[in-house]
């Protein structure tokens, strides 16, 4: 694979081209409530690039972290050119030669090119930094990459994504790393700075140094990879398949390969869908999603599926008026929804459970039955004042039916489980005047057991009459419980069609064909 | 597929106001959880910050009492200094209210001085004192709050960080203030005014009693009103709040406005004590008032925190002000010792939320690797 070409890249002395720099086994890392890496085998050689595949929620992320420094696993072994190796930070890692190139790239923005790379272990002479030294090998080591016309002295605000990530690799060379993590590195790139990234990626493997790469697009993975190692759910499904030959097929099943069992509750018989209540037409915002249209009837379960970016969770905020779109319109039963006010769509009757819990739904050191109030407390109160005795008893009583645990609702919400702040997310809108609920990953990082919980209170809230909007990353989560489906794919509604006529495959291919088509366009 | 899910009843989508049935879940809750302490509102964890406030107050009468028992030895001595204490605090107690709530609610208000100063000098303008003291009352009041409105449609429509934007306030307030009055001191004609400062009741100054019923307004206001559940909301996670559906914005207005009201109180409160109103009033209140919420245990960066443990705040650095003078200390050293109360408050408040027991698993980490 490697094209021979002069040696840009000083080689660390001592590399041996297809000797076992990094061996994992068995490696588990569990945090509350989810076993986020289950079991993980990798084997990475010197000089090669090696494929991390998976869904989202796979493991990935929390994959590199172990291996940059950031946790520890629980259990399971790390051997680092033979040595079990146990990083205690990120910069113990990046002392060993593991550098890792994080999607968002961790770059002081307003610091220049050569004080990045060189970020933490400056060339110094009597505690003052050899800024002319520095300059130079910065010089040094973007020439090698290709990259000679970026001034070592520019700031890096004022470079292009492309440039930016130079910079993270001329930091990574700055170390003398063995082993480069680039985590989805093409996402933020144009086409044409693909085949760049590429060239260095191929310079890099040429003296030596292994790559670990992680990518949606399977595209990619056959021009750069030598070897995929598949991960599902925490588990190394497939290790070391040949990245060229493998089917398409097989790399998806290996991904897709069921291992959580989806204990989803049986349809009622009369799925009676009443009267249209959400009508969303043409909805648009440039470089987030473009003419979405979408309809949700009383007691029907939608759901968006879409690969992270895809604009599925835009679409949501925007319904709700977290967003204010730049055209089309949402109609709740009939009636327009003034755009862009949360408090127009919550006094409409919409209501929804946010991508990030902790962040966008919950105030962690608040009690159980004021965050389940948040968004009622106002109709309990009279003259402005708050009945908490009501607001407790409702709690509880939403506590009790969704069977939170633990059940004093006096607790901080921090407290909980995910599993648990998702009932208390979820268990909002339930206190009445519901009628639609946008859920956007309603079971991320929540645990088999309050999984099976919540797809029991989805379902029942749609036997009631209750629409739902419903998005998720895990393609069998909605078409297990979505009576239609909408396929998105960077920004666009790409298919429409009743769960019953999709399955699995079907889905993930239309959801990363398009990356693919997309690749090939390029 | 085919495993029967464990059944989960849910609520019935019934309208929140059916009082049948929340009377019912009403004595199921109370059976099954443990009634709340009337004191409950304000936080156990800040009720427990705040019996250690209490014991630095107490520590700190020891130490006067030992320092100078010449004094001490007489009861009615010791009542008197208390309430000289509390007069002293009751001007800044008053501003620290408004600024507890702007605090709680994610912000700052570095004005409230310059607020002070602005509506102290425009209720003793000549033209202002002829309409008496209701108007002189009224003027500073709406001063306040209209500053307070500024400041608050700065920050939430006009998206400027609360601390430049009450900064620039600070210097323009003061500024207004130095016009309005020509740089001169304006003396109060107005005996009514004059005398909220020197009259008592029952033995107590008028002040405190404003101190009192402003503390217990904020007290009820932060901790029974849903104008008090939104500030913990949106100090603690605007995003959320947003989500749910409350008007952040309207609301981070209403927080200054609130803030400009306490303002517009201290500076009646504050020239009825000189009978006189100057720009330069009330200098570095805000130093004092926002050191205070600290030491009472509020997070500055925003929801939760306490009125009472505010007003404790303030009290603590009156009685040190109290006991410096009575033992004829000078104000550099107590400003020194002032400064080293708030860095150990802070500290206090790390340890209790555990970041420094995570400080040192860090360094245990790093010794063993």
Known sequence: MSETGRPLVEAPADAVAGEVVLRLSDVVKTFPGVRALDGVQLEVRAGEVHCLLGQNGAGKSTLIKVLAGVHRPDSGLVEWRGQPVSFANPQAAMRAGIATIYQELDLVEDLSVAENAFLGHEPRSLGFIRRGHMARRTRQILGRLGHAEIPPGRMVRALPAAGKQVVSMARALSHEARLIIMDEPSAVLAHDEVDNLFRIVRELTAQGIAVIYISHRLEEIREIGDRVTVLKDGRTTAANLPARDTPTRDLVSRMTGRTIEYVFPERSADTTVGEKLLEVDGLTRSGEFADVSLTVAAGEIVGIAGLVGSGRSEVLETIYGARRAESGTVRMAGKALRPGSVGAAVRAGLGMAPEERKSQALLLGEPIYRNV?????????????????????????????????????????????GGNQQKVVVGRWLLGGTRLLLLDEPTRGVDVGARAELYQVIRELAAQGVGVLLVSSEVPEVLGLADRVLVMREGRVVRTAPAAELDESTVLDLVMSGSLMEGAAA | MSDSPPTTKLPAQSPPVDPAETEVAGHKASAGTARLSWWHGDGGDGARRNLALIGVLLILFVIGAATRSDLYSNPDWVWANMLSILKLASVVGVVTVGMTFVIIGGGIDLSVGAIV???????????????????????????????????????????????????????????????ISDKQTQISQNSTINGIASNSLLGIPLLVYILAAVVIAGWVLLNRTTFGRRTVAVGGNPEAARLAGINVKLHTVLLYVLSGLCCGIAAIMLTAQATSAQAAMANLYELDAIAAVIIGGTLLSGGRGTIVGSLLGVIIFATITNLFAINGLSTEAQNMVKGGIIVAAVLIQQVQFGSLSQFFRRNNRLTTS
Not at chain 2, 123 to 146: P, R
């Open chain 1, 373 to 417: 109030t948040l968004a009622t407390f106002a109709r309990y109160a009279r003259l402005g004042f708050t009945d908490i005795g009501k607001e407790r008893a409702e709690a509880d009583r939403i506590a009790e039916s969704l069977e939170m645990r633990p059940r004093d609702v006096n607790r901080p919400v921090r407290t909980l489980s």
């Open chain 2, 117 to 179: 100063a602005l509506a102290g000098v425009w209720c003793t303008t000549v033209a202002t004192q002829s309409f008496g003291a209701a108007g002189m009352i009224f003027t500073a009041i709406v001063v306040g709050m209209a500053v307070g409105l500024v400041n608050g449609t700065l920050i939430a429509y006009g998206r400027l960080v609360p601390f430049i934007a009450t900064l620039a306030m600070l210097v323009a307030a003061r500024g207004l203030a130095a016009e």
